[in-house]
Protein backbone atom coordinates (compact mmCIF):
# COMPACT_ATOMS: atom_id res chain seq x y z
CA UNK A 1 0.00 0.00 0.00
CA UNK A 2 1.19 3.82 -0.43
CA UNK A 3 -0.01 4.93 2.89
CA UNK A 4 1.76 5.83 6.08
CA UNK A 5 2.50 2.36 7.97
CA UNK A 6 2.90 2.18 11.48
CA UNK A 7 4.57 -0.95 13.35
CA UNK A 8 3.88 -2.70 15.86
CA UNK A 9 -0.28 -2.33 15.93
CA UNK A 10 -0.55 -2.81 19.57
CA UNK A 11 2.40 -2.97 22.41
CA UNK A 12 1.94 -4.27 25.90
CA UNK A 13 4.82 -3.24 28.15
CA UNK A 14 5.20 -3.12 31.71
CA UNK A 15 6.14 -0.11 33.90
CA UNK A 16 9.77 1.14 33.50
CA UNK A 17 10.65 -0.62 30.20
CA UNK A 18 11.50 1.34 27.44
CA UNK A 19 9.40 0.83 23.95
CA UNK A 20 10.15 1.86 20.40
CA UNK A 21 7.17 2.30 18.02
CA UNK A 22 8.07 2.94 13.94
CA UNK A 23 6.61 5.13 11.58
CA UNK A 24 7.02 4.45 7.76
CA UNK A 25 5.75 7.63 5.75
CA UNK A 26 4.25 8.13 2.41
CA UNK A 27 7.02 7.98 0.17
CA UNK A 28 7.94 11.65 -1.35
CA UNK A 29 6.48 13.33 1.78
CA UNK A 30 9.28 15.32 3.54
CA UNK A 31 7.74 16.13 6.62
CA UNK A 32 6.53 13.90 9.15
CA UNK A 33 4.46 14.81 12.90
CA UNK A 34 3.76 12.16 15.59
CA UNK A 35 0.94 12.64 17.49
CA UNK A 36 -0.42 11.34 20.64
CA UNK A 37 -4.24 10.33 21.35
CA UNK A 38 -5.22 9.77 25.23
CA UNK A 39 -8.45 7.63 25.31
CA UNK A 40 -11.54 9.73 24.42
CA UNK A 41 -9.76 12.46 23.88
CA UNK A 42 -8.66 14.32 20.46
CA UNK A 43 -4.86 14.12 19.14
CA UNK A 44 -1.88 15.82 20.92
CA UNK A 45 0.87 17.07 18.80
CA UNK A 46 4.16 15.64 19.95
CA UNK A 47 7.02 16.41 17.29
CA UNK A 48 7.82 17.00 13.66
CA UNK A 49 9.79 16.38 11.10
CA UNK A 50 10.94 18.56 7.84
CA UNK A 51 13.49 17.25 5.92
CA UNK A 52 17.11 17.82 7.35
CA UNK A 53 15.80 20.64 9.71
CA UNK A 54 15.99 20.59 13.44
CA UNK A 55 13.02 18.55 14.65
CA UNK A 56 10.28 21.03 16.37
CA UNK A 57 10.31 19.07 19.82
CA UNK A 58 8.11 21.14 21.98
CA UNK A 59 4.89 18.97 21.86
CA UNK A 60 6.91 16.68 23.90
CA UNK A 61 5.56 15.84 27.25
CA UNK A 62 8.66 14.59 29.29
CA UNK A 63 12.57 14.29 28.38
CA UNK A 64 11.57 10.36 28.50
CA UNK A 65 10.01 10.68 24.37
CA UNK A 66 12.37 11.29 21.75
CA UNK A 67 12.00 10.41 18.31
CA UNK A 68 14.06 10.06 15.26
CA UNK A 69 14.18 10.10 11.71
CA UNK A 70 17.10 8.55 9.31
CA UNK A 71 17.45 9.27 5.94
CA UNK A 72 14.34 11.15 5.39
CA UNK A 73 12.25 8.18 5.74
CA UNK A 74 11.67 6.39 8.29
CA UNK A 75 10.82 7.19 12.35
CA UNK A 76 11.52 5.94 15.53
CA UNK A 77 9.37 7.35 18.47
CA UNK A 78 11.30 5.69 21.90
CA UNK A 79 9.90 5.85 25.48
CA UNK A 80 12.41 5.29 27.99
CA UNK A 81 10.86 3.94 31.42
CA UNK A 82 7.04 4.05 30.20
CA UNK A 83 4.99 5.26 32.85
CA UNK A 84 0.83 3.73 33.35
CA UNK A 85 -0.22 7.44 31.50
CA UNK A 86 1.92 7.02 28.68
CA UNK A 87 -1.41 4.33 27.68
CA UNK A 88 -2.35 5.30 24.20
CA UNK A 89 -2.37 5.76 20.69
CA UNK A 90 0.24 6.74 18.80
CA UNK A 91 -0.60 8.05 15.34
CA UNK A 92 2.61 8.92 12.70
CA UNK A 93 1.18 11.38 9.99
CA UNK A 94 3.12 12.36 6.93
CA UNK A 95 2.93 15.49 4.44
CA UNK A 96 4.22 16.84 1.01
CA UNK A 97 5.12 20.43 2.18
CA UNK A 98 5.21 21.28 5.75
CA UNK A 99 2.88 23.24 6.72
CA UNK A 100 1.19 23.90 3.34
CA UNK A 101 -0.17 20.46 2.90
CA UNK A 102 -2.82 17.56 4.03
CA UNK A 103 -1.63 15.50 6.57
CA UNK A 104 -2.17 11.34 6.28
CA UNK A 105 -2.19 9.35 9.31
CA UNK A 106 -1.38 5.85 9.75
CA UNK A 107 -3.31 3.24 11.27
CA UNK A 108 -1.67 3.91 15.45
CA UNK A 109 0.65 1.58 18.03
CA UNK A 110 -2.03 1.06 20.79
CA UNK A 111 0.43 1.11 23.89
CA UNK A 112 -0.40 -0.32 26.78
CA UNK A 113 1.56 -0.09 30.06
CA UNK A 114 1.00 -2.21 32.83
CA UNK B 1 -8.81 29.10 25.38
CA UNK B 2 -9.11 25.75 23.25
CA UNK B 3 -8.46 26.01 19.76
CA UNK B 4 -10.89 23.67 18.72
CA UNK B 5 -14.32 23.11 20.28
CA UNK B 6 -16.58 20.82 18.94
CA UNK B 7 -19.69 20.72 21.36
CA UNK B 8 -21.46 17.52 20.26
CA UNK B 9 -20.20 14.38 21.97
CA UNK B 10 -22.07 12.40 20.20
CA UNK B 11 -24.98 12.43 17.40
CA UNK B 12 -27.54 10.23 15.77
CA UNK B 13 -28.78 10.12 12.08
CA UNK B 14 -31.33 8.58 9.85
CA UNK B 15 -29.43 6.75 7.04
CA UNK B 16 -29.90 8.78 3.81
CA UNK B 17 -30.49 11.95 6.10
CA UNK B 18 -28.08 15.12 6.35
CA UNK B 19 -26.06 15.49 9.50
CA UNK B 20 -24.51 19.02 10.65
CA UNK B 21 -21.14 18.37 12.94
CA UNK B 22 -20.23 21.08 14.40
CA UNK B 23 -17.03 22.77 14.95
CA UNK B 24 -15.80 26.32 16.43
CA UNK B 25 -12.01 27.53 16.46
CA UNK B 26 -10.30 30.48 17.97
CA UNK B 27 -7.20 32.10 16.24
CA UNK B 28 -5.73 35.35 15.80
CA UNK B 29 -3.74 34.70 13.39
CA UNK B 30 -5.10 35.88 9.95
CA UNK B 31 -3.71 32.51 8.03
CA UNK B 32 -5.06 29.09 9.07
CA UNK B 33 -6.13 26.02 7.96
CA UNK B 34 -9.57 23.54 8.64
CA UNK B 35 -9.69 19.96 8.41
CA UNK B 36 -12.35 17.26 9.26
CA UNK B 37 -10.97 13.74 10.09
CA UNK B 38 -13.02 10.46 10.17
CA UNK B 39 -11.75 7.88 12.91
CA UNK B 40 -13.74 4.86 12.66
CA UNK B 41 -12.88 1.78 15.15
CA UNK B 42 -10.03 0.56 13.41
CA UNK B 43 -8.25 3.74 14.74
CA UNK B 44 -7.20 5.70 11.54
CA UNK B 45 -7.42 9.08 10.38
CA UNK B 46 -8.95 9.68 7.14
CA UNK B 47 -8.71 13.08 5.90
CA UNK B 48 -11.77 14.24 4.54
CA UNK B 49 -11.92 17.85 3.80
CA UNK B 50 -10.04 21.14 3.78
CA UNK B 51 -11.22 24.87 3.97
CA UNK B 52 -8.53 27.87 3.69
CA UNK B 53 -8.94 30.57 6.03
CA UNK B 54 -8.30 32.30 2.38
CA UNK B 55 -10.69 30.51 0.39
CA UNK B 56 -14.08 32.34 -0.85
CA UNK B 57 -16.01 29.29 -1.38
CA UNK B 58 -16.92 26.55 1.10
CA UNK B 59 -15.39 23.51 0.63
CA UNK B 60 -16.95 20.38 -0.82
CA UNK B 61 -15.49 16.85 -1.52
CA UNK B 62 -17.94 14.22 -2.37
CA UNK B 63 -21.13 14.15 0.29
CA UNK B 64 -18.43 16.10 2.23
CA UNK B 65 -19.10 19.97 2.53
CA UNK B 66 -17.48 22.69 4.94
CA UNK B 67 -20.41 25.29 6.08
CA UNK B 68 -17.66 28.11 6.44
CA UNK B 69 -18.29 30.82 8.38
CA UNK B 70 -15.53 33.25 8.93
CA UNK B 71 -17.27 36.07 10.98
CA UNK B 72 -18.50 33.24 13.74
CA UNK B 73 -15.15 31.37 13.63
CA UNK B 74 -17.11 28.15 12.65
CA UNK B 75 -16.50 25.27 10.22
CA UNK B 76 -19.21 22.90 10.75
CA UNK B 77 -19.30 19.27 8.83
CA UNK B 78 -22.03 18.24 6.78
CA UNK B 79 -22.66 14.74 5.48
CA UNK B 80 -25.38 14.42 3.06
CA UNK B 81 -27.01 11.23 2.35
CA UNK B 82 -25.85 9.27 5.24
CA UNK B 83 -24.67 6.01 5.44
CA UNK B 84 -24.03 3.10 7.54
CA UNK B 85 -20.34 3.33 6.83
CA UNK B 86 -20.31 7.21 8.43
CA UNK B 87 -20.32 5.45 11.86
CA UNK B 88 -17.51 6.98 13.16
CA UNK B 89 -15.51 9.40 15.50
CA UNK B 90 -15.29 13.20 13.70
CA UNK B 91 -12.53 15.06 14.27
CA UNK B 92 -11.77 19.29 13.72
CA UNK B 93 -8.78 20.65 13.04
CA UNK B 94 -6.92 23.43 12.62
CA UNK B 95 -3.44 24.65 11.53
CA UNK B 96 -2.55 28.08 12.21
CA UNK B 97 -0.96 30.46 10.33
CA UNK B 98 1.64 29.66 7.15
CA UNK B 99 4.20 27.27 7.64
CA UNK B 100 2.67 26.01 11.00
CA UNK B 101 3.93 22.53 12.26
CA UNK B 102 0.79 21.18 13.62
CA UNK B 103 -2.60 20.65 13.60
CA UNK B 104 -4.57 21.18 16.79
CA UNK B 105 -8.07 18.83 17.17
CA UNK B 106 -10.99 19.02 19.17
CA UNK B 107 -12.25 15.95 21.02
CA UNK B 108 -14.77 14.89 18.29
CA UNK B 109 -18.07 13.86 17.76
CA UNK B 110 -19.32 10.43 17.62
CA UNK B 111 -21.77 9.62 14.84
CA UNK B 112 -24.14 6.92 14.61
CA UNK B 113 -26.01 6.74 11.61
CA UNK B 114 -28.95 4.67 12.11
CA UNK B 115 -30.55 2.09 9.58
Known amino acids: GAGVSQSPSNKVTEKGKDVELRCDPISGHTALYWYRQSLGQGLEFLIY????????KSGLPSDRFSAERTGGSVSTLTIQRTQQEDSAVYLC????????????FGPGTRLTVL | AQKITQTQPGMFVQEKEAVTLDCTYDTSDPSYGLFWYKQPSSGEMIFLIY??????QNATEGRYSLNFQKARKSANLVISASQLGDSAMYFC????????????FGTGTRLTVIP
Open chain 1, 93 to 104: ASSSLAGQDTQY
Open chain 2, 51 to 56: QGSYDQ
Open chain 2, 93 to 104: AMREGRGANNLF
Open chain 1, 49 to 56: FQGNSAPD
